[in-house]
């Protein structure tokens, strides 16, 4: 099993900044994939950044050139950061990682983090 604890969620104004994280209970080595998805009320839940590959990280068209993805290895956290927010942006951003049982490749979710661009 692996535990994902998000935090750093919350409301800012459009144009501003976020970070939220993302710590695994196992290392993150023993992952396959790392990254974060969203969902917004009615839509649903979309990539927005991940770490596959190891370094190789893929984006979500709408955020290329305003979020970022990064890792400390030594922490077991990923962070997303966002800039220039806008108020598409606002969803419930959810951690993911991956990582193989035997041979079957098994997802695992945070439980989410709230995140609203709002004048």
């Known amino acids: 099993q692996v535990q994902l604890v998000e935090s750093g969620g919350g409301l800012v104004q459009p144009g501003g900044s976020l970070r939220v994280s993302c710590a695994a209970s196992?290392?993150?080595?023993?992952?396959?994939?790392m990254g974060w998805y969203r969902q917004a009320p009615g839509d649903q839940r979309e990539l927005v950044a991940v770490?596959?590959?190891?370094?190789?990280?893929n984006y979500a068209d709408s955020v290329k050139g305003r979020f970022t993805i990064s890792r400390d290895n030594a922490k077991n956290t990923v962070y997303l950061q966002m800039n220039s927010l806008k108020a598409e942006d606002t969803a419930v951003y959810y951690c993911?990682?991956?990582?193989?049982?035997?041979?079957?490749?098994?997802?695992?979710w945070g439980q989410g983090t709230q995140v609203t661009v709002s004048s």
């Open positions: 196992v290392s993150i080595f023993s992952l396959n994939a």
């Open positions: 770490f596959s590959s190891g370094s190789k990280t």
């Open positions: 993911n990682v991956k990582r193989y049982q035997g041979l079957a490749l098994i997802d695992y």
